[in-house]
T-cell receptor
Framework: DTAVSQTPKYLVTQMGNDKSIKCEQN?????MYWYKQDSKKFLKIMFS???????INETVPNRFSPKSPDKAHLNLHINSLELGDSAVYFC????????????FGDGTRLSIL | GENVEQHPSTLSVQEGDSAVIKCTYS??????FPWYKQELGKGPQLIID?????GEKKDQRIAVTLNKTAKHFSLHITETQPEDSAVYFC?????????FGAGTRLTVKP
């Protein structure tokens, strides 16, 4: 069974469009995260959610919005996509907070045309 | 949170040799130091971690050392194998925050 699954794996779209990436974890973890990995492989945290409550929000544009319908899901919505949004986006989860091992999904490669 | 510096950015070794990756951190509140391995097309996977009350931890061919005073921690891989080739990330943080290093691309030549 896949612990952290995110869909789609690839997303190619036009500039200005709105898109969503879904993430689900079946580990029973309390905290979920979204990361952006750029072309140089640098991992930058975007959001984390603990029991449906946003507990950290790095300086990302407000075009990005996380939505958590329940503890097992944390979806990422992106409005008005820009060229600079092209990257690989990773979802992750951990048992409680940042001081626990994080389990990552396999990523969504977003390409903006 | 503050930055985590990781060196080297690329590392190439012969199969059977050892590989060492070093990281430094600046936030004295950091108490958890995980290491992740990322293979091509996959997400990072935890390979070993260490907490601030421990100086060294070993798991088969992988070991991590921590020097809290100097704010240094290192990953040691012995008897490297081609399947160890990947990008490795260190991280430092606590319950409220976690910062990743920029990654080291390790290549093990057969």
């Amino acid at each position: 069974d896949t612990a952290v699954s995110q869909t789609p794996k690839y997303l190619v779209t036009q500039m200005g469009n709105d898109k969503s990436i879904k993430c689900e974890q079946n580990l029973g973890h309390d905290t979920m995260y979204w990361y952006k990995q750029d072309s140089k492989k640098f991992l930058k945290i975007m959001f984390s959610y603990n029991n449906k409550e946003l507990i950290i929000n790095e300086t990302v544009p407000n075009r990005f919005s996380p939505k958590s319908p329940d503890k097992a899901h944390l979806n990422l919505h992106i409005n008005s996509l820009e060229l600079g949004d092209s990257a690989v986006y990773f979802c992750a989860s951990s048992l409680t907070g940042f001081d626990q091992p994080q389990h990552f999904g396999d990523g969504t490669r977003l390409s903006i045309l | 949170g503050e930055n985590v510096e990781q060196h080297p950015s690329t590392l190439s070794v012969q199969e059977g040799d050892s590989a060492v990756i070093k990281c430094t951190y600046s936030d004295s509140a950091s108490n958890y130091f995980p290491w992740y391995k990322q293979e091509l097309g996959k997400g990072p996977q935890l390979i070993i971690d260490i907490r601030s009350n421990v100086g060294e931890k070993k798991d088969q061919r992988i070991a991590v050392t921590l020097n809290k005073t100097a704010k240094h921690f290192s990953l040691h891989i012995t008897e490297t194998q081609p399947e160890d080739s990947a990008v490795y990330f260190c991280a430092a943080g606590n319950n409220n925050d976690m910062r990743f290093g920029a990654g080291t691309r390790l290549t093990v030549k057969p």
